[in-house]
T-cell receptor, first 112, second 111 residues
Framework: AQSVTQPDIHITVSEGASLELRCNYS??????LFWYVQSPGQGLQLLLK??????LVQGIKGFEAEFKRSQSSFNLRKPSVHWSDAAEYFC??????????FGTGTRLKVLA | GAGVSQTPSNKVTEKGKYVELRCDPI?????LYWYRQSLGQGPEFLIY????????DSGLPNDRFFAVRPEGSVSTLKIQRTERGDSAVYLC?????????FGPGTRLTVL
């Protein structure tokens, strides 16, 4: 069955430090992969997506993610975190051509 | 342009009552999805519409949940005999293809 695992429930980093949020998926075919960010009381905002091609994808707000088929991973990275990045981050896999399967999320706290 | 909108933003109801949650998708998007996000969890798929028909309703938890999209645009998620366990944020998304665009959600609280 398809699934997404985000092993880190909470992550705390200092402002200006680098960030990596982990995502592992289980899916039988080539997946569509997504990272979304959700601020308190807000909807889901798409950060970046991978459909095919270059395995390193660039997104908004300075985020990037790398698709590694051999590790079934799609980790999100940012070289220098800003206080405004504090939010919850969700990794998702597109199952077939429609429904998404989401991970349980990683809550990011940024220390000033 | 306008994004996906959902009304109401908040709904408080009593156990056993009936509720309707509305989703207005982005104009021209043929696909529409409903998800449920419980506290501390990621969104879980409920139902997917392609046009007017429900192409996949495998995520609906039981027969108290029903959704319609009669004209292929606006959709309504209906919950009968609400239970406290139905409390969650209900998210709607629309899509022209592979990428889904999410609304802000409706927070449902069942007392």
């Amino acid at each position: 069955a398809q699934s997404v695992t985000q092993p880190d429930i909470h992550i705390t980093v200092s402002e200006g430090a680098s960030l990596e949020l982990r995502c592992n998926y289980s899916y039988g075919a080539t997946p569509y992969l997504f990272w979304y960010v959700q601020s308190p009381g807000q909807g889901l905002q798409l950060l970046l997506k991978y459909f095919s091609g270059d395995t390193l994808v660039q997104g908004i707000k300075g985020f990037e993610a790398e698709f590694k088929r051999s590790q079934s991973s799609f980790n999100l990275r940012k070289p220098s975190v800003h206080w405004s990045d504090a939010a919850e981050y969700f990794c998702a896999v597109g199952a077939g051509t429609y429904k998404y399967i989401f991970g349980t999320g990683t809550r990011l706290k940024v220390l000033a | 342009g306008a994004g996906v909108s959902q009304t109401p933003s908040n709904k408080v109801t009593e156990k056993g009552k009936y509720v309707e949650l509305r989703c207005d998708p982005i104009s021209g998007h043929t696909a529409l999805y409903w998800y449920r996000q419980s506290l501390g969890q990621g969104p879980e798929f409920l139902i997917y519409f392609q046009g007017t028909g429900a192409a996949d309703d495998s995520g609906l938890p039981n027969d108290r949940f029903f959704a319609v999209r009669p004209e292929g645009s606006v959709s309504t998620l209906k919950i009968q005999r609400t239970e406290r366990g139905d409390s969650a944020v209900y998210l709607c998304a629309s899509s022209p293809g592979s990428e889904q665009f999410f609304g802000p959600g409706t927070r449902l609280t069942v007392l």
